[in-house]
């Protein structure tokens, strides 16, 4: 799943552990899901989205494209 978390996270001049603070989470966790090596919860999609007042689906989006 990709998403935007890093320059999110970067527009707010925002470590990545004042991000895990926010979200209740270890540092590592925000790393993994900026990298793409973990895709968060439900419940901290949510969260995340929370945090940045934005709907999920304009920070996270399936990494798979559809052709016409």
Do not use: C, H
């Amino acid at each position: 799943m990709k998403n935007r978390l890093k320059v999110l996270r970067a527009e707010r001049n925002w470590s990545q552990a004042d991000l895990a603070d926010r979200l209740e989470v270890s540092r590592q966790s925000v790393n993994a899901i900026e990298t793409g090596k973990y895709d968060p919860s439900l419940p901290l999609a949510f969260r995340i989205a929370r945090v940045f007042a934005m709907p999920i689906e304009q920070i996270f989006s399936d990494e798979i494209e559809v052709s016409p």
